[in-house]
């Protein structure tokens, strides 16, 4: 709960300054307000899924040698799943897009990724991380691609301006991730830190009606 409140306000503060209340006319500057709930929505959880995907980018194969005690060619194993499963499921997530919707797709998503890592994490057993590290890849694989795309569509916000502002929210997520999961791993357990990760990939899901249902 407390990391809903504090990406949800960290996104509302950064929409409300990167997207206008108004239409800029020649020699007004832009008036910064509130966005709207949709783009919201949609800046949040491109927020968590980049957290998500930044912090399994650096901690993977750090928590496989660090926690679990592999080897670092057996660790670097870890991040090698996440990345092919990710590949995986962005090659396919057109299909998946078209066939489900895009907020059954995210929805699916973000629980795939949750579940996964939260088994892995409280399995502690290698193989088991090595799954779970590759249900994450493979749950946040669409994440962004669906956000992005539904961040065009916005009818109140023009389009470059609406994908602008939730792309820069999103990747302002993938560089707080490594470092807040390092902090939290220095003051308590990196498997506790990781945990970040899992609830981010359950909020992505808990969000999932931010995107149009087609």
């Known amino acids: ?6 990406a949800a306000a960290f996104v509302s503060g950064t929409l409300g300054w990167l997207v206008p209340s108004e239409p800029r006319r020649d020699g007004v500057a832009h008036i910064v307000g509130p966005p709207s709930r949709r783009l919201l929505g949609l800046g949040l ?7 998500a995907e930044g912090a399994m980018g650096d901690w993977s194969a750090v928590y496989l040698h660090d926690a679990l005690g592999q080897s670092g060619a057996a660790a670097a194993t870890g991040f090698a799943a996440f990345s092919l499963a990710m590949a995986v499921g962005r090659l396919g997530g057109d299909r998946l897009a078209d066939g489900l919707g895009p907020r059954a797709l995210l929805r699916a998503s973000g629980a795939v990724a949750a579940a996964g890592l939260g088994v892995a994490l409280i399995a502690g057993e290698p193989r088991v991380a090595l799954a779970g590290f590759a249900a994450v890849g493979l749950g946040i694989a669409n994440i962004i691609p669906v956000t992005f795309r539904s961040a065009g569509r916005v009818s109140d916000v023009p389009a470059g301006t609406a994908l602008a502002a939730v792309a820069t929210t ?3 997520g993938y560089l707080a991730g490594p470092p807040l999961i390092g902090l939290v791993a220095e003051t308590t357990s990196l498997p506790l830190g990781l945990g970040i990760v899992s609830a981010c990939c359950a909020l992505v899901a808990v969000r999932a009606g931010s995107v149009p249902r087609r």
């Open 1 to 6: 709960m407390a990391t809903a409140i504090v």
């Open 45 to 51: 959880v491109a927020f968590l899924g980049l957290l």
């Open 170 to 172: 999103g990747y302002l």
